[in-house]
């Protein structure tokens, strides 16, 4: 369809509803290539189907006689919010409210009111997440009409703007790669960001009278895939969702609503538009937030997914030991990689400052419960509760390994040899228990812009500006002499020069073996272990 009867400086009603049809038809062409790409926040492969079927929910809310250009518009934000899927097509649909917030009540959009509707859009949907992550569909928000502003005299038609904003689109595109390690492990741009790009792609193809789509699967332009990765298991198992129409005695404000939820998982999203609230959560106990939640309204929608039944995760179901399954908590997604290396079937990390609860440990190792089971916990708490799990449900088949930090977990897992049958595994692990190790926890903050490097030393904290100086203190030739073997554990925040000082002041000593591990695990920057 063709457009040029329409001002080339402004869009109307028609004009909207052909583009909004262009950019469901440019991300439906490829949603499956998006479902291939997803790798965050949970490598669940719905990420094109989310945003399809957000966008499908948007364009069926048009009635055929809609062609007022804030009536078309505020049916189309209406049904996306409602129906929306996913944490991709939550973030979509509260943009797309952004960009109605900014240029409703009127008859058509010129260049100018476009402009700032984007700008005001990306901050909605920045809102909305608790915990933005740069290297998302966010980002490509923000900075493609940022990137896009300098470029623009406001002279140009509305086929110039789009052809100008879709290209820093997918620059910005391209660059998430960079932006998020686990995009650069597998080797891909974010599935989210891409999908946003196709959309805006299709608007522009419409106002060129261009029936052709980009073909995501036929560009050189993008990164092929990393292959033979593992991927994470989410510690939060279901994906939870609902739409909830408040009672008027019963309205809160947005943060009040968060307070409720921002303990209880993460890829959190909350937001409120008109008398509908909107969340999104991962979470493992999302039966007891939908209790709390339904005094406040009536639920609109209501959806609760579990991440464990994907095709992503099937190797839930493959074990590494024949006769029992090995299973892990940890702090850290490096440290949790690190732990299945060494023989663990799945080690779930756990979020920093995050605990668990018995009935959420419970609903984690429920795909094992029903076989020989040997768990390790990374602290006192977690160990405890397994425990009470065994002992409450009477579980002769789980053996709860005598661990309550990451090092004797990474040496006693060291030591095991997986070839054993189960019952002479725990007798292993019985005569491991004196196992002598030795763990410090190093931390890094910044006190009046100058580092400072703490550490525990018996029932005092040692504290310098200067990180050879903690080490000499804590992990001196006396200590360190009863060991042979050390284990470092980098943090995610571990800047290189640390590293590079904490690897040099062990190769001084010829008579221990070191290892630098990439742990990322948050609130230490490096755990020391010794054997």
């Known amino acids: 369809m063709l457009y040029n009867d329409i001002q080339k400086d402004k869009i109307d009603g028609e004009l909207l509803h052909g583009m909004l049809l262009g950019g469901f038809s440019s991300l439906s062409h490829n949603d499956e290539y998006l479902n291939e790409l997803n790798v965050f926040p949970v490598s669940d492969k719905d990420t094109g189907s989310n945003m399809k079927l957000t ?36 973030l979509l ?45 966010l980002t490509v928000m923000r900075e493609s009409i940022e990137r896009t502003l300098p470029k623009l005299n406001y002279k140009e038609s509305m086929k110039d703007f789009f052809d100008i904003l879709v290209e820093e689109m997918f ?29 805006f792609d299709g608007m522009r193809r419409v106002l060129h009278g261009d029936r052709q789509h980009f073909d995501c699967s036929q560009s050189a332009l993008l990164p092929k895939r990393a292959t033979g990765l593992t991927k994470p298991v989410s510690f939060f198992r279901y994906c939870t969702e609902f739409v909830i129409r408040l009672k008027k005695e019963r309205q809160r404000d947005k943060d009040y609503f968060v307070g409720l939820l921002e303990k209880k998982g993460d890829s959190l999203v909350v937001a ?31 959806k609760v997914d579990d991440l464990f039944q994907t095709e992503e995760l099937d190797r839930l179901r493959i074990r590494k030991h024949q006769g029992f399954a090995v299973v892990a908590f940890v702090c850290g997604e490096g440290n949790a990689g690190i732990i299945e290396q060494l023989g663990a079937d799945v080690a779930f990390s ?16 429920g795909e094992f419960l029903s076989e020989n089971l040997i768990v390790f916990a990374h602290d006192k708490k977690t160990k405890e509760r397994i425990k009470s799990i065994k002992w409450h449900s009477g579980l002769q088949n789980l053996y709860v390994a005598d661990t309550d930090n990451l090092v004797k977990m990474f040496f006693m897992l060291s030591s095991m040899v997986f070839s054993e049958e189960y019952k002479n595994i725990v007798k292993l692990l019985e005569s491991l228990k004196k196992m002598k190790t030795l763990e410090k926890v190093i931390k890094v903050s910044m006190v009046n812009n100058h580092a400072q490097y703490s550490s525990n030393e018996g029932n005092k904290t040692v504290i310098k500006h200067n990180l050879s100086e903690v080490l000499y203190e804590v992990l001196t030739y006396d200590i360190l002499k009863p060991y042979s073997t050390v284990v470092i554990f980098g943090g995610k925040n571990a800047k290189e020069s640390d590293i590079k000082t904490m690897l040099a002041y062990f190769e001084k000593n010829n008579n221990i073996e070191f290892a630098y591990l990439e742990g990322k695990q948050h609130g230490s920057d490096f755990i020391v272990g010794a054997l």
């Open 272 to 302: 409120i538009n008109e008398n509908l609230l909107k969340v999104h959560i991962h979470s493992n106990e999302p039966h007891k937030i939908i209790d709390v939640f339904s005094k406040f309204g009536d639920f609109a929608v209501k």
């Open 171 to 199: 620059f910005c595109v391209q660059e998430t790669i960079t932006q998020m390690d686990i995009l650069s492990e597998n080797n891909v741009v974010d599935s989210g960001a891409l999908g946003l790009y196709l959309i």
């Open 350 to 365: 756990v979020p920093h400052g995050h605990d668990s609860s018995e009935n959420e440990l419970k609903g984690l190792l």
């Open 55 to 90: 966008f499908e929910k948007g364009i069926a809310a048009i009635d055929e006689d809609m062609h007022g250009f804030d009536t078309l518009f505020y049916s189309f934000v209406k049904g996306m919010s409602i129906g929306s899927r996913g944490n991709s097509g939550f």
């Open 93 to 137: 649909s509260q943009y797309f409210l952004g960009i109605y917030e900014h240029i409703k009540n009127r008859d058509s959009a010129a260049l100018t009111d476009l402009v700032a509707a984007l700008q005001h859009a990306y901050r909605v949907a920045y809102r909305a997440v608790l915990q933005p992550a740069e290297g998302t569909m």
